[in-house]
């Protein structure tokens, strides 16, 4: 499992586009969840972005969806401000169900973007 915390903002004070940080992982199968998200752009399926991050959040598993749809979320996001996003082996597994994603030996990779995380090594380009 690895857990990734990555500043949401560049040394130059650009800032850092979710699909920067997807492109450094490889296309896959998993199964991916957002677990919260703060940010800016066009949501999903007609919602707002406010309606969307109440979906988001209003869940313990969070928005369940494929490597291919949070790729193109991530496209329609202007900017995320801090967001934590999930992946695990298979969508039924159990964190996947339950929320328990942090403690799940099924965790792949977390993703943790923080507006607020000083900026200590080069930023994703």
Not at 30 to 55: K, R, V
Not at 96 to 109: C, H, I, R, Y
Not at 110 to 119: E, F, N, Q, R, Y
Request: proline share 6%; hydrophobic share 40%.
């Amino acid at each position: 499992m690895s857990i990734v915390v990555i500043p949401m903002r560049k040394l130059s004070g650009g800032m850092v586009e979710l699909t920067q940080i997807l492109n450094a992982l490889p296309e896959n199968v998993w199964a991916w969840s957002i677990l919260e998200l703060g940010g800016t752009g066009t949501a999903p399926q007609g919602m707002t972005m406010q309606a969307f991050e109440d979906t988001v959040s209003s869940s313990e598993a969070g928005y369940l969806l494929s490597w291919r749809e949070l790729v193109n979320i991530a496209s329609d996001l202007e900017q995320v401000h801090d967001c934590r996003i999930a992946a695990a082996k298979c969508p039924h597994s159990s964190s996947s169900q339950n929320g328990e994603w942090d403690s799940s030996p099924e965790l792949l990779v977390m993703i943790k973007g923080c507006d607020s995380v000083p900026v200590l090594d080069p930023p994703v380009q």
